[in-house]
């Protein structure tokens, strides 16, 4: 298998605009998880999904940021409109949840945000 | 909720020291515990992980953890530092009913 696959790997925009993430999980898996990671907040969970359907968004900063996984092998990240602390690292990552899994989670490789 | 603990945000050592990472957790719940790395502009990677088995748990790159249940602990070790360990490394905790947990990570220097 691929990995976790997100695209785009960096983006660089200018405040104001919108900026999509984009995630491919790993084939089979039921949870997607997206974080964010900065020098100064360290790593945070922004939201997951549990067979396509959110389940805890209270990560979330505001409602500039939204996400959505329409099935089960894609899922979007949106910041609209972006703004300059929305600069960071973020994380796509799936794993397995329920019955006989241990709630592994696998990490793609990032798409580095920078908002000017 | 389970949640971890990781003591120190950063750890230096010399080439051919020994590496300890400390990690404590804290779980309702018999646990299951996961060492990541995260290499300089990359995405986090497992380690190890211990899903109530051995108590000893051996990962890639020479790394090992143990699990103590008196002392909920997971501390990582390494025998013998090399270069190419400095990374950060993060302690996560799951359970049968809660996901992922992770903690606030370690940073570690290698110093020639």
């Known amino acids: 298998d691929a990995g976790v696959i997100q695209s785009p790997r960096h983006e660089v925009t200018e405040m104001g605009q919108e900026v999509t993430l984009r995630c491919k999980p790993i084939?089979?898996?039921?949870?997607l998880f997206w974080y964010r990671q900065t020098m100064m907040r360290g790593l945070e969970l922004l939201i997951y999904?549990?067979?396509?359907?959110?389940?805890?968004d209270s990560g979330m900063p505001e409602d500039r940021f939204s996400a959505k996984m329409p099935n089960a092998s894609f899922s979007t990240l949106k910041i609209q409109p972006s703004e300059p602390r929305d600069s960071a690292v973020y994380f796509c990552?799936?794993?397995?949840?329920?019955?006989?899994?241990?709630?592994?989670?696998?990490f793609g490789p990032g798409t580095r945000l920078t908002v000017l | 909720a389970q949640s971890v603990t990781q003591l120190g945000s950063h750890v230096s050592v010399s080439e051919g020291a020994l590496v300890l990472l400390r990690c404590n957790y804290s779980?309702?719940?018999?646990?299951?515990l996961f060492w990541y790395v995260q290499y300089p502009n990359q995405g986090l990677q497992l380690l190890l992980k211990?899903?109530?088995?051995?108590?000893l748990v051996k990962g890639i790159n020479g790394f090992e953890a143990e699990f103590k249940k008196s002392e909920t602990s997971f501390h990582l070790t390494k025998p013998s530092a090399h270069m190419s360990d400095a990374a950060e490394y993060f302690c996560?905790?799951?359970?049968?009913?809660?996901?992922?947990?992770f903690g606030a990570g370690t940073r570690l220097t290698v110093k020639p």
């Open positions: 211990y899903t109530s088995a051995a108590t």
């Open positions: 999904f549990n067979n396509n359907v959110p389940i805890d």
């Open positions: 996560a905790v799951s359970d049968r009913g809660n996901d992922m947990r």
């Open positions: 084939s089979g898996h039921n949870s």
């Open positions: 990552a799936s794993g397995m949840r329920g019955a006989g899994s241990y709630n592994e989670q696998f």
């Open positions: 779980s309702s719940v018999p646990p299951y």
